[in-house]
């Protein structure tokens, strides 16, 4: 696709108290795109956001803009527009005021041309009448919507999104990624979207940005990142993921837990140590004579579509869903297909992820809460 | 129980408006006796009103407090601004603490400084009478500016930081910024330090005993030279207008207050009823 570079960012690190939050950072967005920065909290996003929409400065490197260096260009002279995390509405105006706010800043005085923009953001975000209602009488997602039609009145070249659904639940969020991603491709707006909600990334980008500690990890399309992660932790963080030490023999052939499989991958060159990674999706359960692999189940939990069943094979801790029953502490065999194997080189994060020994669905709520407090 | 706890009840209320009954109740008696009453009339209110000097005073006294807490909430608001974007910690601490000084410390040293700054700078600058209506203006603002800053703050705190960067983000300079948004969302503090600052500064007699020179003479600096002669009852005529004009000030300000509270309360209400059309409306 031949697209224009809208904003790129060269070499950006930003530190807060000394404490390093962005290092060197390097990041092309193109026009029409929808691009989500995706991480766990403390990872940088928001700064990285932040940046881009003219509220931190960058310690180091540049941050470009259809060409010109805008590291110091306030925000209010920048053709970008935010959604906050909070929303960030203007308690004092109705909903009509609110979105009409941008407008009168910038001195249009043709009452009829506001009313006329205005009804047609409500329009777009679905708030037809609520003109005249105050913001504080709003519900999360409405209040959301007026956010959203308040940044995009002035029609900015780029919206910034910051963890927007954040405070809404399962069910809105789900309505609302949809209407997000559809209103991005009418309008043709850049949305850059902030997120710790790997599943929401995945649905709704063109290109994901996956980040951890103020560092890119990887960029690509969404189909790209879950498919071939680039290393252990991008494979960890999008979705569920065994992450086995293996060595690859030769090229098309990997072995692990003492087993050779064929694989799909090549040029990592002969008896390499990698990380192999499988997705619990792409294991099949047969019976323990005719298996590839075989090991004992430890627990099965019921997920409604699927049951998740922890296998230990030689000691590691694999995870499988199947739609087939499987009886806890029973043996069983697993195949693996040569096209569900994607093989990574070993990185700093080899073995730290992939393996369900200490899983529990305890833990995962846990770390799921902490995630919320955003930085 | 009840009985009992309602009799404590009274108690404290008599304990508290006895004097000022008293004294609503002799300002209308027709003779000068303070012990005896013989009987209703307006004669001292009438004697008061004659009384130029008076009303010298009490007009005084409008201009200054009126005027003081003009100034000390322009300034304190920006000050409290100010206090609040500070990051670094200790320094903002400093600052409170220094602002805060003149609040915890005894109106008779901050008179008795005031007056020794006024002379000291006067002399210093030749002038023949130094302290007048602007010393004490002065004077007045400086004891108001705590109160000010004590109750703008915690409004500032109270506000989204995203709120003004909302602003800037949607096109407005950082001044535009604090009159479009920031300003109103603080008003309600800014209001109560108005208030405030405009009764201490009609109430107060220490600190302006100090530093008015005689040129220019309050209410209350009236009222106690007229003491200092003989209590004649149009003193106490004075009084019950003044404590009736505080009485009116404060039923507005909380039958106010309590509007906006109910206000709120009947958000929260049409809130709750909205809820069940969320659904329809996320579609």
Redesign the interface.
């Known amino acids: 696709m031949n697209r224009k570079k809208l904003i790129e960012l060269r070499g950006i690190t930003k530190s807060f108290d000394g404490e390093v939050v962005l290092d060197n950072i390097s990041l092309d967005i193109y026009e029409d795109e929808f691009i989500t920065l995706l991480g766990p909290s403390g990872c940088g996003k928001t700064t990285t956001l932040r940046i881009i929409?003219?509220?931190e400065t960058p310690d180091s490197g540049d941050v470009i803009f259809d060409g010109a260096r805008i590291n110091d260009t306030?925000?209010?002279k920048r053709h970008?527009?935010?959604v906050?995390?909070?929303y960030?509405?203007?308690?004092?105006l109705n909903v009509y005021e609110n979105i009409a706010?941008?407008l009168r800043?910038?001195r249009i005085r043709d009452e009829e041309e506001i009313s006329r923009r205005v009804r047609e953001m409500l329009e777009m975000v679905?708030?037809k009448g609520f003109e005249r209602r105050?913001v504080?009488?709003?519900?999360g997602?409405?209040q959301q919507r007026v956010a959203i039609a308040?940044?995009l009145i002035?029609k900015p070249r780029v919206l910034l999104l910051d963890e927007p659904l954040g405070a809404l639940d399962l069910?809105?969020r789900k309505?609302?990624q949809n209407e997000l991603k559809s209103m991005q491709k009418r309008t043709g707006i850049t949305f850059i979207y902030v997120t710790h909600d790997q599943e929401e990334a995945l649905s709704m980008s063109d290109t994901v940005v996956v980040m951890n500690n103020g560092s890119i990890m990887q960029i690509g399309t969404p189909t790209d990142i879950y498919n071939e992660p680039k290393n252990a932790y991008v494979a960890d963080f999008i979705g569920e993921s065994n992450i086995v030490d293996g060595v690859m023999i030769d090229d098309y052939s990997v072995k692990m837990s003492g087993h050779t499989f064929v694989c799909v991958d090549a040029g990592f060159g002969k008896n390499t140590p990698v990380d192999v990674v499988v997705r619990p999706e792409d294991v099949d359960v047969v019976a323990p004579e005719s298996g590839m692999l075989r090991g004992k189940v430890t627990s099965v939990t019921f997920k409604g579509v699927h049951y998740e069943v922890i296998v230990d094979i030689g000691g590691f801790k694999w995870m499988i869903q199947t739609t087939d029953y499987v009886a806890p502490d029973a043996e069983i065999g697993v195949d693996i297909e040569p096209d569900a194997i994607h093989i990574m080189n070993k990185s700093e994060y080899s073995g730290m992820f992939g393996d369900y020994s200490s899983f529990s669905d305890e833990l995962d709520a846990l770390s799921e809460n902490t995630e919320e407090e955003e930085d | 129980m009840k009985i009992l706890s309602r009799l404590y009840l009274i108690l404290v209320f008599i304990f508290l408006y006895a004097p000022i009954a008293v004294m609503v109740l002799i300002s209308f008696n027709s003779s000068e006796s303070t012990t005896q009453f013989s009987g209703f009339s307006l004669y001292w209110y009438r004697e008061m009103l004659r009384d130029s000097a008076t009303l010298e005073a009490l007009r005084n006294t409008l201009v200054l407090s009126i005027s003081s807490a003009v100034v000390s909430t322009v300034v304190g608001t920006l000050a409290a601004v100010g206090i609040d974007r500070m990051r670094n910690r200790f320094m903002r601490g400093a600052v409170m603490s220094v602002t805060n000084i003149p609040m915890m410390n005894p109106d008779i040293v901050t008179g008795i400084s005031l007056m020794l700054l006024f002379v000291f700078v006067g002399t210093l600058l030749g002038l023949e009478s130094y302290l007048s209506f602007w010393t004490l203006l002065i004077a007045h603002v400086t004891f108001n500016l705590p109160y000010v800053i004590l109750s703008v703050l915690p409004k500032l705190k109270q506000m989204d930081k995203n709120i003004p960067e909302a602003a800037l983000d949607l096109g407005c300079t950082p001044l535009r910024s604090f009159f479009k948004v920031e300003l109103p969302f603080i008003m309600p503090g800014v209001v109560t330090g108005f208030i405030m600052a405009f009764t201490l500064s009609f109430d107060d007699f220490v600190i302006s005993n100090f530093t008015s020179g005689s040129s220019f003479e309050t209410l209350t600096i009236h009222i106690y030279s007229m003491i200092k002669k003989s209590v004649k009852p149009d003193i106490y005529a004075l009084s019950t207008l003044i404590f009736a004009a505080v009485l009116l000030l404060l039923v507005v300000y909380n039958m106010s207050d309590r509007s906006e509270r109910d206000d709120a309360r009947g958000k929260k209400r049409r809130e709750l009823r909205f809820r069940g059309k969320e659904g329809g409306a996320a579609k």
């Open positions: 929409g003219g509220f306030p925000p209010y970008i527009n935010t906050f995390q909070r960030a509405l203007f308690p004092h706010f941008g800043v910038a679905n708030l105050h504080t009488t709003l519900s997602g409405q308040r940044a002035n069910k809105l309505d609302m």
